[in-house]
Nanobody, 115 residues
Framework: VQLQASGGGLVQAGGSLRLSCAAS????????MGWFRQAPGKEREFVAG?????VYADSVKGRFTISRDNAKNTVYLHMSTLRPEDTAVYYC????????????WGQGTLVTVSS
């Protein structure tokens, strides 16, 4: 599976942005998809995931929404009420089954939130 993330950019605090991640290749093998982020000097952290349900990190609940368009093999991350602490490189990922780690990763897209 190949993942191509896009949609990052510079936005002011309080603003919104939508990230996209298009999957190609053996997409029939995808069970779940997710978004992670890595801020400068910090470890990569989970942001949101989607299978038949959605899950979110506490830090983004109520502000971010993950969605999936199976016809387009694309997952989205709608981000609103952005904060400077949301600044990070955002990565999309895919996993092939229940309880299986994410094993396909996109290249990352930079989101910068200015105060």
């Amino acid at each position: 599976v190949q993942l191509q993330a896009s949609g990052g950019g510079l936005v002011q605090a309080g603003g919104s942005l939508r990230l996209s991640c298009a999957a190609s290749g053996r997409t029939f093998g995808i069970y779940g998809m997710g978004w992670f982020r890595q801020a400068p000097g910090k470890e990569r952290e989970f942001v949101a995931g989607i299978t038949s349900v959605t899950v979110y990190a506490d830090s983004v609940k109520g502000r971010f929404t993950i969605s999936r368009d199976n016809a387009k093999n694309t997952v989205y991350l709608h981000m609103s009420t952005l904060r400077p602490e949301d600044t990070a490189v955002y990565y999309c990922a895919a996993r092939p089954g229940v309880g299986v780690p994410y094993d396909s990763w996109g290249q990352g897209t930079l989101v910068t939130v200015s105060s």
